[in-house]
């Protein structure tokens, strides 16, 4: 636990003696109130503010479920964590549990050690939550850079650091797509000196005629159209940045031009003979492998020497899945969207490899809200969103699929039936008496399962 405020936690159950297990349970680590009725919790809800609710699905002599409570909690602050404590096994209940929004179900019975660590990692989530709202509400356009505990995020933010500080005046960034390159370059030009500017120039995305013009400037009368002189970018710049995006895909040529502004920081506009001299800090960025490049004769060992002085790698998001949670919750915050995202959902996005990187999570994010009308994104929006999801390591999307948590619930019920068939000896109607079932129930439970089939029966 991080945070300097104790956090506080409410246990509603009305199983006394597992009630009275609870405070010894986390010691002096949290501030826990118990209640052992409905009514009594819901009443110390209003009264006072909580970050996570313990809450059991079923208390004897009382025809409301820890369901009408989760929604009263949710309407009372829909930002409290709820853990629901049950044992339940049945698939369509847990996929209704599941699916309600609750942060986590842990079934009954459960270990002290088990309940301590869903408890710690609840509410190690909240304190990621609540650092990505922080940072989307600051106001910061780099923002999204600063999103992500991870230790590479930590040494790229330390990297950042040490660009900054030591006035290096050539970068290179190198990183897939989506990654934030221009993120980085904005950030450390902001940095550096925040009233300078930062003058961006995507080197694949302009014409061959017009690159010399946009980045070395010309002079009255040097072609067509030229009606006035021009600055070049480096000129324009001023003391601050030049942002060379896709620096890899520049030509040979050109080149050759950019290496001696880079050596001498002086610029030769199209059309004079005049070198005029230029102020500037050089950020170059590309997704290209450049050694490679060199090796194909498509780019030039000399430059990339000049420009790698200083290098800093920005890694794809597939070896940072940690910080995906907080993404997400960056990107929702960001948009003033108020939706749970449960964590059936958060384990497919954290699952899936991102192949545009955090630029696609942000779109993924975008359009899972867009569709969203209940305000809770549930695993099969995310299946609808990212259906190559459903192929990936084997995966078969089904109407019941309920994720690694779910999954691992379901596996307990069929060893529940398995062992209920080895004590009746393979007799379906003494099984079903040992569990307490219908027969009918039993087979039905049992086919979901893949117990039975329909020539056995």
């Given at each position: 636990?991080?945070?300097?405020?104790?956090p506080?936690?409410?246990?509603?159950?009305?199983?006394?003696?597992?009630?009275?297990?609870?405070?010894?349970?986390?010691?002096?680590?949290?501030?826990?109130?118990?209640?052992?009725?409905?009514?009594?919790?819901?009443?110390?809800?209003?009264?006072?503010?909580?970050?996570?609710?313990?809450?059991?699905?079923n208390?004897?002599?009382?025809?409301?479920?820890?369901?009408?409570?989760?929604?009263?909690?949710?309407?009372?602050?829909?930002?409290?964590?709820?853990i629901?404590?049950?044992?339940?096994?049945?698939?369509?209940?847990?996929?209704?549990?599941?699916?309600?929004?609750?942060?986590?179900?842990?079934?009954?019975?459960?270990?002290?050690?088990?309940?301590?660590?869903?408890?710690?990692?609840?509410?190690?989530?909240?304190?990621?939550?609540?650092?990505?709202?922080?940072?989307?509400?600051?106001?910061?356009?780099s923002?999204?850079?600063?999103?992500?505990?991870?230790?590479?995020?930590?040494?790229?933010?330390?990297?950042?650091?040490?660009?900054?500080?030591?006035?290096?005046?050539?970068?290179?960034?190198?990183?897939?797509?989506?990654?934030?390159?221009?993120?980085?370059?904005?950030?450390?030009?902001?940095r550096?000196?925040?009233?300078?500017?930062?003058?961006?120039?995507?080197?694949?995305?302009?014409?061959?005629?017009?690159?010399?013009?946009?980045?070395?400037?010309?002079?009255?009368?040097?072609f067509?159209?030229?009606?006035k002189?021009?600055?070049?970018?480096?000129?324009?710049?001023?003391?601050?940045?030049?942002?060379?995006?896709?620096?890899?895909?520049?030509?040979l040529?050109?080149?050759?031009?950019?290496?001696?502004?880079?050596?001498?920081?002086?610029?030769?506009?199209?059309?004079?003979?005049?070198?005029?001299?230029?102020?500037?800090?050089?950020?170059?960025?590309?997704?290209?492998?450049?050694?490679?490049?060199?090796?194909?004769?498509?780019?030039?060992?000399?430059?990339?020497y000049?420009?790698?002085?200083?290098?800093?790698?920005?890694?794809?998001?597939?070896?940072?899945?940690?910080?995906?949670?907080?993404?997400?919750?960056?990107?929702?915050?960001?948009?003033?969207?108020?939706?749970?995202?449960?964590?059936?959902?958060?384990?497919?996005?954290?699952?899936?490899?991102?192949?545009?990187?955090?630029?696609?999570?942000q779109?993924?994010?975008?359009?899972?809200?867009?569709?969203?009308?209940?305000?809770?994104?549930?695993?099969?929006?995310?299946?609808?969103?990212?259906?190559?999801?459903?192929?990936m390591?084997?995966?078969?999307?089904?109407?019941?699929?309920?994720?690694?948590?779910?999954?691992?619930?379901?596996?307990?019920?069929?060893?529940?039936?398995?062992n209920?068939?080895e004590?009746?000896?393979?007799?379906?109607?003494?099984?079903?008496?040992?569990?307490?079932?219908?027969?009918?129930?039993?087979?039905?439970?049992?086919k979901?399962?893949?117990?039975?089939?329909?020539?056995?029966?």
């Amino acid at each position: 636990m991080t945070s300097e405020r104790i956090p506080k936690l409410l246990a509603i159950d009305d199983d006394q003696a597992w009630l009275s297990q609870i405070p010894e349970i986390f010691d002096d680590e949290l501030d826990v109130v118990t209640k052992s009725s409905i009514d009594d919790g819901l009443v110390e809800l209003e009264m006072s503010y909580f970050d996570v609710v313990l809450l059991d699905l079923n208390f004897t002599g009382d025809n409301r479920t820890g369901f009408d409570v989760f929604k009263r909690i949710a309407s009372l602050d829909s930002t409290i964590d709820v853990i629901v404590l049950s044992g339940e096994t049945r698939p369509d209940r847990l996929i209704q549990i599941i699916n309600a929004g609750v942060t986590r179900f842990i079934p009954k019975p459960s270990s002290p050690k088990e309940i301590r660590q869903a408890v710690r990692e609840t509410i190690a989530a909240r304190e990621t939550k609540l650092r990505a709202v922080n940072l989307a509400e600051s106001g910061d356009g780099s923002s999204a850079l600063l999103v992500g505990s991870s230790h590479l995020m930590q040494k790229l933010r330390e990297d950042i650091e040490v660009a900054v500080s030591s006035g290096a005046k050539d970068i290179l960034l190198l990183g897939e797509t989506g990654t934030g390159k221009e993120v980085v370059a904005r950030t450390i030009a902001s940095r550096a000196d925040p009233a300078k500017r930062l003058i961006p120039i995507h080197c694949g995305a302009i014409s061959d005629g017009l690159a010399e013009s946009e980045l070395f400037g010309h002079v009255k009368g040097a072609f067509t159209g030229a009606d006035k002189d021009r600055a070049s970018a480096f000129e324009a710049a001023g003391g601050g940045y030049v942002f060379l995006d896709e620096i890899g895909e520049m030509p040979l040529h050109q080149q050759a031009k950019l290496l001696r502004v880079l050596q001498e920081r002086k610029v030769q506009r199209v059309g004079s003979i005049e070198e005029r001299p230029a102020h500037f800090r050089c950020i170059s960025a590309t997704n290209l492998d450049l050694p490679k490049s060199i090796q194909e004769k498509k780019f030039r060992e000399d430059l990339f020497y000049r420009i790698a002085k200083f290098t800093i790698e920005l890694p794809p998001l597939r070896k940072r899945a940690g910080d995906i949670p907080e993404l997400v919750s960056y990107f929702l915050a960001k948009e003033k969207h108020e939706i749970t995202v449960t964590q059936e959902a958060m384990d497919l996005l954290s699952s899936y490899p991102w192949p545009g990187n955090v630029r696609q999570l942000q779109s993924v994010v975008e359009l899972l809200t867009s569709r969203c009308k209940s305000g809770i994104i549930r695993e099969r929006d995310v299946f609808t969103a990212l259906p190559e999801l459903s192929q990936m390591n084997g995966i078969i999307l089904k109407r019941s699929f309920l994720g690694r948590q779910g999954s691992a619930l379901v596996l307990a019920e069929k060893k529940r039936f398995q062992n209920a068939l080895e004590q009746a000896r393979g007799d379906r109607s003494e099984a079903a008496k040992l569990l307490n079932v219908s027969r009918a129930t039993f087979f039905r439970r049992a086919k979901e399962l893949g117990l039975v089939n329909e020539r056995l029966r």
